[in-house]
């Protein structure tokens, strides 16, 4: 396989990894409380207690 299709198959997993942990991040908030209003905090701290996150996706989820 060409360096650049394995870059791109690696970069393409790695961005659908982060919207998985974002979805999942926003989940967690509508779970917690349907009236709550959904603050940069409340995210964060919903997207930290998502287990084996690496680092690389954990911040390409911050971002989005």
Do not use: G, H, P, Q
């Not at 709550?36 to 690496?54: G, H, M, P, R």
């Amino acid at each position: 396989m060409k360096t650049a299709t394995l870059n791109a198959l690696v970069t393409w997993t790695e961005s659908c990894e982060a919207k998985s942990a974002f979805i999942l991040a926003e989940e967690r908030l509508k779970s917690r409380s349907r009236n709550a209003t959904c603050t940069i905090t409340k995210y964060a701290i919903s997207l930290n207690e998502i287990e084996d996150v690496t680092y690389d996706i954990y911040m390409k989820a911050r971002e989005k």
